[in-house]
């Protein structure tokens, strides 16, 4: 069965200071990975990751992706209240392609 | 329209009454999916349709529970003869393509379940 793991599971900082969330995964034939944010109900697509190595970057959030590991991590710089959030990681197989199996998420608060 | 509409935003259902769900995914995207999220926890996989065909329910928790797209579009949850532990956040996606390969999933956002 796939699974997949976030650490931590809860993470307080101060705004401007930068953070690190893991993901690890186990996942028969991998497709992708896929992190999002959840602020109050929906998850906002962040990163689809499907090679490994290469950086992802948005703004002040970026991304990467261990196949060999199987592990991605996810990395906010220059934190702001905003980014308050759960943070979601998601793993698509490439059989059953949109049965994605999502991690707990990550709890971030940032204080100002 | 422009993002994943879901109906009703909130609903409290007495044990043993069915309720129905809805979902309207954005014009065009052929894929759409449900999820149940408990508190606390990330989004399991209900169910997925490609158009009006329901390519995979082996995520729905009983036969309770019970989904439909009869024309492609919207989407209908039903559960039937509800319990407390059906309460929870019932989120719908819908994309483009069948995989996050179009920038991911959109999700509407979602109806809060409760059951009492």
């Known amino acids: 069965e796939d699974k997949v793991v976030q650490s931590p599971l809860s993470l307080v900082v101060h705004e401007g200071d930068t953070v690190t969330l893991n993901c690890s995964y186990e996942?028969?034939?991998?497709?992708?990975l896929l992190w999002y944010k959840q602020e109050k109900k929906a998850p906002t697509f962040l990163f689809m990751l499907t090679s490994s190595g290469i950086e992802k970057k948005s703004g002040r959030l970026s991304s990467i992706l261990d196949k060999k590991e199987l592990f991605s991590i996810l990395n906010i710089t220059a934190t702001q209240t905003g980014d308050s959030a759960v943070y979601l990681c998601a793993v698509e197989p490439n059989t059953n392609a949109g049965k994605s199996t999502f991690g707990d998420g990550t709890t971030l608060t940032v204080k100002p | 329209g422009a993002g994943v509409s879901q109906s009703p935003r909130y609903k409290v259902a007495k044990r043993g009454q069915d309720v129905a769900l809805r979902c309207d995914p954005i014009?065009?995207?052929?894929?759409l999916f449900w999820y149940q999220q408990a508190l606390g926890q990330g989004p399991e996989f209900l169910t997925y349709f490609q158009n009006e065909a329901q390519l995979d329910k082996s995520g729905l928790p009983s036969d309770r529970f019970f989904a439909e797209r009869p024309e492609g579009s919207v989407s209908t949850l039903k559960i039937q003869r509800t319990q407390q532990e059906d309460s929870a956040v019932y989120l719908c996606a819908s994309s483009l393509a069948l995989t996050g390969a179009m920038g991911g999933y959109t999700f509407g956002s979602g109806t809060r379940l409760t059951v009492v």
């Open positions: 996942v028969t034939n991998f497709r992708s």
């Open positions: 014009s065009g995207h052929v894929s």
